[in-house]
């Protein structure tokens, strides 16, 4: 049996995880408009090649193809009575490729529904939760990662549904934006050090930040964090640079050997495990991986 995430982090360990899944989704076909957790039941053999593809990288975890699995996400396109199918079997693909040494975290995104705004009540959110949360750890993930998060109360519930109703262990990470003024806020206002004690006393096991940020950006953000709290484990989750409109295309511009030049100083601020979000490819993976001598 292995180690848990935290023990390895604890004894020491940089630890490498995934990169982008839209972005290689999209190179193999999936068109805009189009489910991209479908490809778990339609287009298996393809999202396999993904996961399968960080492994070999280097990365010591992969997530799911599950991001969007919620029941919210998923109704629109007519699949909300498929949530449990869905998740099961982007945990089931991801476990395949990832083997029994390395780890799989479950990726949960956002509703997309603003409590604030009376969207959505507290107890629909923790129910939608709960049922991505259960099919993806009986779909056989080591751990959950409610990412993309910008609101403090809707990661709360998250953690609260993924902690009450399985075994694994909870990851989250919101998403900060730079100010006009040079500071880090998520959409609804929260910055980085708010976020710390609010997400530990939910129950979350490690924090962090994706998406919306270059690799730089996140060294500041992690910094802050650590100016709150000494050990929690901080997962960094970033972009390959801020995304660059160009004849309809979105592209990223930072190279794998640009991303992994910034890999020592994440470490020195306090990041614990090192990947990549909206952008990055095994390329950047692997490199990132070399960097740190894996």
């Known amino acids: 049996m292995k180690p848990t995430i935290t023990t390895l982090v604890s004894s020491g360990k940089i630890l490498i995880s995934d990169g982008a899944w839209g972005t290689l989704l999209q190179a193999k076909g999936l068109q805009p408009g189009e489910c991209p957790e479908l490809w778990n039941i339609n287009y298996s053999a393809e999202v396999y090649e993904i996961a399968k593809s960080y492994i070999d990288a280097g990365a010591d975890m992969v997530e799911t193809n599950s991001f969007g699995g919620n029941s919210y996400k998923l109704e629109p ?13 982007a945990a089931e693909i991801s476990r395949k490729a990832a083997g029994n040494d ?35 750890f009986e779909g056989g993930v080591d751990a959950l990662v409610i990412e993309t998060m910008t609101d403090l109360d809707e990661a709360r519930i998250a953690i609260k549904a993924a902690r009450e ?70 997962l960094i989750h970033a972009n390959a640079g801020m995304p660059i409109y160009n004849d309809g295309i979105t592209v990223f511009p930072e ?31 692997q490199k990132m991986a070399e960097t740190l001598g894996k």
């Open 102 to 136: 390395k780890y799989v975290i479950g990726s949960i995104g956002p509703t997309g529904k603003l409590l604030m705004m009376g969207d959505v009540t507290e107890q629909e959110l923790y129910n939608s939760y709960k049922e991505q949360s259960i099919a993806l």
């Open 165 to 234: 109703n399985t075994s694994c262990e909870v990851i989250c990470t919101m998403t900060f934006d730079r100010t006009l003024q040079g500071e880090y806020r998520s959409m609804m206002g929260v910055s980085p050090t708010e976020m710390v004690n609010a997400l530990i006393d939910a129950g979350a096991h490690i924090i962090g930040a994706n998406c919306s940020n270059g690799i730089e950006g996140m060294i500041t953000i992690t910094e802050e964090i650590r100016l709150i709290n000494k050990t929690i484990p901080i």
């Open 255 to 285: 190279t794998p050997a640009m991303m992994a030049s910034f890999v020592p100083s994440l470490v020195k601020a306090g990041a614990n495990i090192i990947g990549g979000c909206c952008g990055t490819t095994p390329f950047h993976i």
């Open 77 to 89: 396109f007519g699949l909300a009575n498929k949530v449990y199918e869905i998740n099961r079997k």
